[in-house]
Nanobody
Framework: QVQLVESGGDLVQAGGSLTLSCAAS????????MAWFRQAPGSERELVAR???????NYRDAVKGRFTISRDDAKKMMYLQMNNLKPEDTAVYYC????????????????WGQGTQVTVSS
């Protein structure tokens, strides 16, 4: 049974930093695209960053230069380093696994984590 478990969410002040972690189990995710999504209250779930099986990364414009996504396939882990956090980053952050392509969308996600809350105070 595939399981994705996020951790690292917290309440931080604007300008602060957090690192989210995603622990994957129950499957072999080598070569599959992995991503972080987020969903704020009243908003749709949106793609924050993705990393393909060959290490290609892509970020939404709002987080470029502040967030860094990475993966460690040997440990079956994925991370999101978030710096210079802003109140608009407040959301539940979800770990996701897609397919063997490079891109991912909410519709192509095969596995979701349960989410971890990030709250940024002004």
């Amino acid at each position: 049974q595939v399981q994705l478990v996020e951790s690292g969410g917290d309440l931080v002040q604007a300008g602060g930093s957090l690192t989210l972690s995603c622990a994957a189990s129950g499957g072999d995710f080598n070569g599959m695209v992995m991503a972080w999504f987020r969903q704020a209250p009243g908003s749709e779930r949106e793609l924050v960053a993705r990393v393909s099986g060959n290490g290609q990364t892509n970020y939404r414009d709002a987080v470029k230069g502040r967030f860094t996504i990475s993966r460690d396939d040997a440990k079956k882990m994925m991370y999101l380093q978030m710096n210079n956090l802003k109140p608009e980053d407040t959301a539940v952050y979800y770990c996701a696994v897609g397919d063997y392509g490079v891109t991912i969308s909410a519709h192509s996600v095969q596995y979701w984590g349960q989410g971890t809350q990030v709250t940024v105070s002004s």
